[in-house]
Every structure is written in C-alpha cells, then in structure tokens.
C-alpha cells in the first residue's frame, strides 16, 4: 500500500498554469468557497489515474484544457496539459524516514516514489500516459495502476474517491446493488466469469461424481449380478456335465447290457440256424426219401398194370389152357396173392406217403415259424442297434 504525495497539474479545467498541490500527510483537508476547484482536483485525480472524459464534466479530452472566458480554439489546442501524482510505497516511505533519523539528515524525496503522468493533446484530442517521465501504452499505464492495487473503472466509490452526493447515492442503493459496488471496489467482478466457469465446472464435478457414484454403484450391482450369474452358469455347467456323465454311464449301461442280450441272442440265433440246418437236412432227406419211395410206388404200380395186364392174359389164356386148370389156377393163385402182397405193399406205400407228407407240412410249419422268428429278432436287433 501507499499513498498520494502530491499533485503536480497544468492547465487542467479551471487551474491554470503549473500548479503543485499538497504535500499530503495521512489526513489532509482541502477547503475553499464554492468554484474555488476542489470538485476539480478530484477530476483531476479521477483523470490521472484513467478515468474518460464523460463522467468529468467534459465532452471530449479537449474540453478538460483550461480554457478563458472568449478564447479561441487555436489558442487553447496550442496549450500545454497534464496531471501527474506522485504516489510513494508506505513500506519505503517508513524505511526513508528512519534512515533520515539515524542519519540526520533529509535524504532525497525521489526514493520509493512512483511518477504517474496523463497529458492532453487538445488539438490531437488524445491523452498520452507517462510512468516515471517515461511514455507508455494506456495498457501499460493501467497495468501499473492495477499493480499498484488502484481500480481503473468508474469513479462512484473507486479509487478511494467519494464525490458530493455519493453518499446519499449509497445510502440509497438496494442490497443488490451495493454488492454490485463492493464487488466493483474489491475487483472481485472481474472473477464473475471465472467463478461462473469455477462454479460451472463445480457443478460439473459434482455432476460427474454423483454419475461416477451411480456408475459405479451400478457397476457394484452389475458386478454382483455378474458373479451371481457367474455362480450361476457355474452351478449349471456343472450339472450339465453331471447330466453328461449320467448319461455317459446311462448309454455305457444300455449298451453293455445291449451287448450281452446280443451275444445271447447272437447265441440263440446260432442254435436257431443249427436247429434250422438241420429240419432243412432232414427234410432234404424226407424229401429224397419220399422221392424213392414214389419211384418205388410207380414201379409198383407199373408193376399192379402189368400184373393185371398179365392176369387179363393168363385168364384168357386161361380159358385156352383149361387142360392146364389146375397148374394157371395155382399160378393165378400165386399171382394172386403177389398181387394181394403188392396192394398191401401199396396200402403201406400210401400210408408212409400220407404220414411223410404229414411230416413235410409239420417241418414246412416249424421252417416257416423259425424264419419269422429270425425276421422278428433280426428286426429287433436293427431297433436296438439303432
């Protein structure tokens, strides 16, 4: 912190000429009758430290030039004007003093002060800003201000300046805008629009977390949902391998109780196939038999038409040969009787015909009962193997 030393000005609105006011103490009070200047060294103050033109009573930078009753604008742009504050560091302000007590001796007032210059070109009608007689940007000049914690903006209650009738103005001033005030004094309106982004990405963060906690939340849940699934699926892969196994053990039961009713069957079907060779041996015998026995009986009965062709013959000659009576009734006798033995031989004949015939329908019967019974077991075999 510092403060005002003194005012030099020239020729600023109704000073005219060099003029060199102060120097200021910590309290210092400056009286005077009405349009002696005292509402114009406060311009004076305002304008130095970058106030416009506007809000000091003028309308243009030229209008803030001294200027007499009836003079003419030549005369006036030709003139020379400038306000300039020395302004001192307290800090090097105590230091200076306590040297000059040890020492003696006044030292040098240039020490620790800072030359603050604003001029007017009236004919130009533009200001030039100087910092320690040295000429600056207006950036560069509200820069040191800004360092020297002096608020550049307008001048109600700024710049530790207080003009007639502000009082009243703030005595009058709603709740909002004395904050807007007292925010304006300390600057803190300048950090609006990074509170606003602070404030934004504040919320934004906020946002975020409550998202992230939520996510996260939801992926706590997900994540116990995923390991009960995971249990889950676990548990059932397990049982289905356990399904899997039952089955094995299920299918290995059938077929190896499907291969031991193979082999048994197989076994039977064996003894099916040698009973079965062996009714088709015998009656391939019956067969060959019954065929002697009908060349014996067409022999026979060749015979029986023979016999009785002869028999016919000998009776005939019978009747020719009757001196031979006795001998062709002996022999017709004898004939007779082979006769007799050949029906009875016949008689038997057809019996073991009858009773061999009987014999072939009964093994004809068992064949066709045998191949039935390999057809249904061969069936069964096809279902079972499938």
Do not use: W
């Amino acid at each position: 912190m510092g403060r005002i030393i003194r005012i030099e000005l020239e020729n600023f609105k109704s000073y005219k000429g060099p003029q060199i006011i102060g120097p200021f103490k910590d309290f210092t009070a400056i009286i005077g009758p009405n349009g002696a200047g005292k509402s114009n060294l406060m311009d004076a103050v305002s304008f130095v430290l970058g106030e416009r033109s506007g809000p000091l009573r003028g309308g243009q930078l030229r209008d803030l030039v001294y200027k007499q009753e009836g003079e003419a604008a030549a005369s006036v742009n030709k003139r020379k004007c400038f306000v300039k504050i020395v302004y001192a560091d307290e800090d090097e302000e105590e230091e200076r003093t306590q040297e000059e007590g040890k020492e003696g001796k006044k030292k040098s007032s240039a020490k620790g002060e800072i030359h603050l210059m604003r001029s007017i070109s009236a004919a130009a009608n533009t200001s030039e800003y100087r910092v320690n007689d040295r000429v600056v940007t207006a950036e560069e000049y509200i820069q040191q201000l800004k360092d020297l914690e002096i608020v550049v903006k307008a001048r109600t209650f700024k710049n530790f300046l207080v003009f007639q009738g502000d009082v009243d103005l703030v005595a009058t001033n709603t709740p909002k805008d004395l904050t807007n005030m007292f925010e304006i004094i300390t600057e803190s309106d300048q950090l609006k629009e990074k509170y606003d982004n602070l404030l934004l990405e504040k919320e934004k963060a906020e946002e975020n977390t409550i998202f992230n906690f939520q996510k996260k939340k939801g992926i706590t849940a997900e994540k116990k949902q995923y390991k009960e699934q995971k249990e889950e699926a676990d548990k059932y892969n397990k049982l289905l391998n356990d399904e899997k196994d039952m089955k094995l053990q299920f299918t290995l039961f059938q077929l190896h109780h499907i291969e031991k009713k193979l082999r048994k069957e197989y076994k039977e079907l064996q003894e099916l196939n040698s009973q079965l060779s062996a009714f088709q041996t015998k009656q391939q015998k019956t067969e060959e038999l019954m065929k002697d026995k009908r060349k014996v009986q067409a022999k026979a009965h060749k015979d029986y038409l023979k016999d009785e062709m002869s028999l016919g013959t000998k009776k005939g000659d019978l009747e020719k040969l009757k001196p031979n009576i006795f001998k062709t009734q002996e022999e017709i006798s004898f004939r007779e009787n082979r006769i007799t033995n050949f029906n009875n031989n016949i008689e038997k004949m057809r019996e073991d015909l009858k009773r061999q015939t009987q014999e072939v329908k009964t093994l004809d019967k068992e064949l066709k009962d045998l191949l039935a019974a390999q057809t249904n077991f061969e069936k069964e075999l096809e279902k079972e193997s499938q």
